[in-house]
């Protein structure tokens, strides 16, 4: 069974930076690529940001390309989500995902395994 939780959402201003952790065991970040995604009231999910299995490549929504890193943390098992240059847009529920295999993805039906989710919240 795959456990993932979230954690490091909050309240921070425009222009400020968070930084999301998804804890996952060792053995769910070797055998998963994993994947972050949002959900803001009354909208579809979207995709954030992906990373391969073991640290494998990386893909960004273009909304967030260049203000959003993902990352692991190999020390911890966790994949981290650092934001910054935050917008009142960005604010949403941001979920973690697993997918099985060696590269993440965009697509929220390929993955296997979700957490509950962290709030963050943008203020203007």
């Known amino acids: 069974q795959v456990q993932l939780v979230e954690s490091g959402g909050g309240l921070v201003q425009a222009g400020g930076s968070l930084r999301l952790s998804c804890a996952a065991s060792?053995?769910?970040?070797?055998?998963?690529?994993m994947g972050w995604f949002r959900q803001a009231p009354g909208k579809e999910r979207e995709f954030v940001a992906a990373?391969?299995?073991?640290?494998?490549?990386?893909y960004y929504a273009d909304s967030v390309k260049g203000r959003f890193t993902v990352s692991g943390d190999n020390a911890k098992s966790a994949v981290l989500l650092q934001m910054a240059s935050l917008k009142p847009e960005d604010t949403a529920v941001y979920y973690c995902?697993?997918?099985?295999?060696?590269?993440?993805?965009?697509?929220?039906?390929?993955?296997?395994?979700w957490g509950r989710g962290t709030q963050v919240t943008v203020s203007s």
């Open positions: 995902a697993a997918k099985f295999g060696f590269v993440g993805s965009r697509r929220s039906d390929d993955y296997d395994y």
């Open positions: 060792r053995r769910t970040r070797s055998n998963y690529a």
């Open positions: 990373i391969g299995r073991n640290d494998g490549p990386t």
